[in-house]
């Protein structure tokens, strides 16, 4: 189910059941000749899809325009950079909006700069927009010291639980460390060009391998839809027992 195709009949039930709300933090950026601009967010975009073919869950719009950098390629190569501020700015907006709403299971799924589990400048983008968006609905809604207030008596017992307020929105990568340990995870190389073409063959043109060499893309040649398939599958197992 999408959001933006739900009426509010639907956000209701969704609201009752805790229905797990999925965002996908992507980017516009250069993946090198080979690779379609959007491979960040169609990869993420991609596995979202299949994990809705196995459990409940509402696709929210993808974010698309973010803090890619210009650490690839520099601003002539057709990667779009929003700066941090600004976009942790926006981001605040929408995670307020979804809070204020009754939406209180809420997970932004990202596969940009994520190796490792490596916290980089956009991922701490909607991190830090999440918790003062959380920090300021609550202080909104039960005042000023409710963490002191005697019905938080129970707060560390609830951490990392739905009751927890600091878990209504989650940040998650595509592949945690160790789905990434058991494939690979790189930049448009073997391992990401895989996925990609395992999701959306069409996103993924490796005569073009030619056009330009990079060191990242060199291993790209190896790249193959049975290897993206394995990377898919394990990212959906992970993402299906971490998106509840």
Request: charged share 20%; hydrophobic share 35%.
């Amino acid at each position: 189910m999408y959001l933006d195709k739900c009426f509010p009949r639907e956000l209701e039930e969704a609201k009752i059941n805790n229905t797990p709300v999925v965002i996908v933090g992507g980017t516009v950026e250069y993946h090198g000749p080979h690779c379609a601009y959007g491979c960040d967010t169609l990869v993420a975009q991609g596995l979202l899809e299949k994990l809705a073919e196995r459990k409940n869950l509402i696709i929210a719009p993808s974010v698309s325009y973010s803090p890619s950098s210009y650490a690839v390629g520099d601003a002539t190569t057709g990667t779009v950079h929003v700066r941090e501020n600004a976009f942790e700015e926006y981001l605040y907006y929408v995670f307020f909006s979804m809070l204020s709403s009754g939406l209180k299971n809420v997970y932004v799924l990202i596969h940009h700069q994520f190796e490792q589990g490596s916290l980089m400048p956009m991922t701490l983008s909607y991190m830090k927009a999440a918790k003062r968006a959380t920090m300021e609905y609550l202080e909104q809604t039960l005042g000023q010291g409710w963490w002191g207030s005697e019905s938080f008596s129970d707060y560390y017992s609830n951490l990392g639980g739905g009751s927890d307020p600091f878990s209504w929105i989650k940040v998650i990568p595509t592949m945690s460390p160790e789905v990434q340990n058991a494939t690979g995870y790189d930049h448009a190389g073997k391992f990401e060009s895989s996925i990609l073409m395992a999701l959306y063959p069409e996103a993924v043109k490796l005569e073009r391998l030619g056009d330009k060499k990079h060191w990242f893309t060199v291993s790209a040649a190896e790249a193959n839809p049975e290897l993206g398939k394995k990377m898919v599958d394990l990212s959906l197992d992970y993402l299906e027992k971490t998106i509840v």
